[in-house]
């Protein structure tokens, strides 16, 4: 493979990732509109079998995620082993972008985010009443 062709997968797996962070996100606010709106009522079940199905779509995308990620890691480490003069400047500047602590924030950050969304969803689906929180304001 040629290094315009590892940086272009590589620009391809950041975009996957970033995407499916993004379907994620509206899976988990259409949850919490069904939550507040239809859920926050229901029996047990309903509420049971909603969070199985939401939990799929969840780690559906997640597992997508890891796999782009992976794949970039090994673009990574292939555009590392190019000898340091013949590397172009695109490839110089994102291995030292890879290399920063940047990097290593927004990896955190995808990963605390997606539990802290599900486990979120958990809560309000599950613990959560609606009407108590109505009279309280």
């Known amino acids: 493979m040629s290094e315009l062709d ?7 797996s950041s975009d996957s990732v970033s995407s499916e ?7 988990t606010f259409a949850m919490v509109v069904g939550i507040f709106y239809f ?10 079998l909603s969070y199985v199905v939401y939990s799929i779509g969840m780690f559906l995308y997640f597992g997508m995620m890891i796999g782009h990620s992976n794949s970039l890691l090994a673009v990574v480490t292939a555009l590392s082993a190019i000898p340091e003069a ?4 695109p490839t110089v500047t994102l291995l030292a972008f890879r290399d920063n602590w940047i990097t290593l924030v927004i990896n ?7 539990w802290v969304l599900w486990l979120s969803v958990g809560y309000l689906l599950f613990f959560w009443r609606k009407f108590d929180h109505m009279k309280a304001s």
């Open 108 to 114: 955190i950050l995808i990963n605390a985010g997606f």
């Open 6 to 12: 590892l940086l272009n997968l590589a620009r391809a």
């Open 86 to 89: 013949k590397r172009s400047l």
């Open 21 to 27: 962070f993004g379907q994620i996100i509206t899976i």
């Open 39 to 48: 859920l926050n009522e229901a029996k047990i079940g309903l509420k049971i």
